[in-house]
Structure formats: C-alpha cells, structure tokens
C-alpha cells in the first residue's frame, strides 16, 4: 500500500512557527518513503473581525502562511479558520469537509 500511486498524505498544520518547522520535516520524511503530498491544510486560522487583536492575530498568521507556501509551494493549500466547535460527528464532519472542498 505505501508504494501504490494512490497513496497520498495530508498534512495538518497551524500558523505556529514551532509547528512550520515540525511540518517541513514532516513533508520531507515522507516524501523520502515515497509518499505522495499533493494537500496541506493550514488549521484553526483566526477569523477576520473587526478588533485590533483580531488584525495583529490575522497579520502575524498571515506571514507564516506565507512562509509555508514558500516552503511547501508545490503542494495545494488549504485555509481554515477556528471553528466554535469541534468537528466531531458526522453532521460537524461534513459541514467540515464542505468548507474544505468547495
């Protein structure tokens, strides 16, 4: 199964510089085995809204996303912000997949 051309990874990551680095060694480990990386959603985002903490936040994670996609430029990939909830259950799950795949 690792070496069929259908297995693919996707990864999971967050606008944290410590998490960026653990990332790029991540991709690089298993791009090593020979497993394909093609998605990297970039999770809990905080929201846009109207507050001078909520900008900082947005700006600050906004240059790590973009440090990721220099990084990792070849891969698509996916924003998402912090939800109110988890998303568990089959309802959450999709609502989930649905912001992901437009």
């Given amino acids: 199964m690792l070496r069929s051309q259908k297995t693919e990874s996707v ?3 967050a606008a944290d510089r410590v998490v960026i680095e653990e990332t790029k060694y991540l991709v690089s480990q298993v791009t090593t085995f ?3 990386v093609r998605h990297l959603i970039v999770n809990k985002l905080f929201p846009h809204l109207d507050s001078d903490f909520a900008r900082v936040r947005r700006n600050q994670e906004d240059k790590l996303v973009a440090e990721i996609r220099n990084a990792v430029g070849q891969f698509e990939i996916m924003e998402v912000f912090l939800q109110p909830i988890e998303p568990r259950g089959i309802e959450n799950l999709c609502r989930f997949a649905g912001m992901l795949y437009k």
Avoid: C, Y
């Fill in 11 to 13: 990864v999971v990551t």
């Fill in 34 to 36: 020979g497993i394909a």
